[in-house]
């Protein structure tokens, strides 16, 4: 049950939100990690190499120079004359002193060669070590794997004792030593381990200063989201803390400049824009009282004016008709003035649908213009307006019949409401069309039929309408929660849908409409 309800939460029809891998916290927090990890490692990798490197060199530093001095010792001892068993002789007393290292030696002199150890084939000594050894008069030493053993290989060239180093000359006996290196290969191995004890511990710490980094760096941008999107929601007076002085605290000073600045620019917006609403509305309301007079009086003068002579008849019916036009338009300014205010209020009554658009049309003397196709009596009823229905209706019609041709067609249907927000079903829907077998609206024209003032002649502009019609009518349906949409039919003609819901409306008052044009 917990899950289904989870499951129920999510409004129907809006995509789930899932975590995205690929936003900038995941990346933020992914950069900051491989940094971390690759510095740990490295510093351990370096750490690691000095450490082995430092070991090598103190203990064949040591071998060398030991070696390097007993042979110094030695060598005077045994002259010049070299034969075989002196050689072994000089071997043997060079092993001697490293016999507890495992020290290994063979002395070379021409074609003559003595070992420590007999049998010994000395396969450690390469090629390269070797012919190094005969062109230098110094000591040249390396290190040779072994499968896994590793052993330092160290040729020494005896030369003739001269007052200047640099002029001794080779003797031709040249002595080598293998030692093996198992303590030192002891000690590295050994760093292994404790490298490895000391890098993951910087590692795990380097890992929560990346994430902390990231959170730093992650917080103001947070903000940042936050208050746009505050800002899109329309509180413009949204402002962002600012800390320090890097990047971040720049943007963030910059989002408040821009802030304030939008905030001015829609303060004063809306204050022309009240103050326009009130000017309409006050003008509106001061023309009202001379209106009446004037159309009481035009009244009067079209009741006579067939006494009266030609040219005189039809100035004056020219002026009851624009009197006429002019209390409409006061009329139309008033009731937009009222929804722009929020003061529009629904009177809703429980009404016959179809009997309130045949009222409408009788009373306009449109029920033998007009076809209709209305379900009987009683067959549809809504919660409506029926004032406010009447209005919507008779500028439909109206509309039609000014810029369509005949035939003119009212359609009144009931459509299903199909499924809710929850899963059940919806109430249904009234569905109102008019249409015409007219030329049709122009495309580039449709987007904006419904709004104030707009006509698609821009080149005539009087005609019979204000330009409020349309955009009275939709205001009109949208306070009874439904919708006012304007198309082509596809053989030809225009049609305009109003769909509202059967059941119970909202009655309080609606403020200006945020709705786009038609679709």
Do not use: C
Not at 321 to 331: N, P
Request: a neutral charge; proline letters at 5%; glycine letters at 8%.
């Amino acid at each position: 049950m917990t899950g289904r309800r989870a499951f129920a939460a999510v409004p129907r029809g809006l995509p789930r939100r899932f975590p995205r891998i690929s936003g900038l916290r995941v990346r933020l927090v992914v950069a900051f990690t491989l940094v971390a990890v690759a510095g740990t490692l490295t510093t351990g990798a370096l750490t690691f190499r000095e450490a082995r490197t430092g070991v090598l060199k103190q203990s064949q530093d040591a071998v060398v120079k030991q070696f390097r001095d007993h042979v110094n010792t030695l060598a005077p001892g045994f002259g010049s004359a070299h034969d075989q068993v002196t050689m072994d002789v000089f071997a043997d007393e060079v092993a001697r002193v490293g016999r507890s290292q495992g020290w290994r030696v063979l002395v070379t002199y021409q074609e003559l060669r003595a070992t420590s150890t007999a049998g010994d084939d000395f396969s450690e000594l390469t090629p390269e070590l070797a012919r190094a050894t005969s062109e230098r008069a110094a000591a040249v030493f390396q290190r040779v794997a072994r499968g896994e053993r590793t052993v330092l290989v160290v040729g020494l060239p005896v030369t003739y004792a001269s007052d200047a180093p640099a002029n001794r000359r080779l003797s031709g006996l040249t002595v080598f030593l293998v030692v093996p290196q198992r303590e030192e290969q002891a000690y590295v191995d050994a760093l292994v381990p404790a490298v490895q004890r000391a890098v993951l511990p910087a590692l795990g710490l380097a890992v929560v200063l990346a994430l902390l980094a990231a959170r730093g760096v992650l917080r103001p941008v947070r903000a940042l989201r936050r208050a746009a999107g505050s800002m899109a929601e329309g509180r413009f007076d949204t402002r962002l803390a600012v800390h320090g002085t890097d990047e971040l605290a720049d943007l963030s000073r910059t989002f408040n400049e821009t802030a304030s600045a939008l905030d001015r620019s829609v303060a004063e917006l809306r204050r022309m824009e009240a103050r326009a609403r009130a000017f309409a509305a006050d003008v509106s309301h001061e023309l009202r009282t001379p209106l009446a007079a004037m159309s009481a009086v035009t009244e009067v003068l079209d009741e006579d004016a067939r006494h009266l002579d030609p040219d005189t008849a039809t100035a004056v019916r020219l002026i009851s008709q624009e009197t006429v036009k002019l209390s409409r338009l006061v009329d139309d300014l008033m009731e937009v003035s009222r929804f722009d205010a929020g003061a529009a209020e629904l009177r809703a009554d429980e009404i016959d649908l179809a009997e309130s658009l045949r009222r409408t049309l009788a009373s306009r003397g449109w029920a033998d213009t007009v076809e209709t196709d209305l379900p009987p009596p009683d067959a549809l009823r809504v919660r409506a307006d029926p004032r406010r229905l009447d209005v919507v209706v008779a500028n439909l019609v109206a509309n039609a019949l000014r810029h369509g041709a005949a035939p003119v067609r009212v359609r009144l249907y009931a459509a299903p409401g199909g499924a809710g927000e929850e899963g059940g079903a919806a109430p249904g829907r009234a569905v109102v069309e008019v249409t015409d077998q007219g030329p049709g609206i122009p495309p580039d024209v449709l987007p904006y039929v419904f709004e104030r003032f707009y006509k698609s002649d821009t080149a005539r502009t009087r005609t019979e309408g204000s330009g409020l019609g349309l955009a009275i009518a939709r205001e009109n349906v949208r306070l009874h929660g439904g919708t006012l949409r304007a198309a082509n039919r596809p053989g030809g003609g225009a049609v305009f849908t109003v769909d509202i819901p059967v059941g119970a409306v909202d009655t309080t008052s609606a403020g200006p409409s945020d709705e786009e044009g038609p679709v």
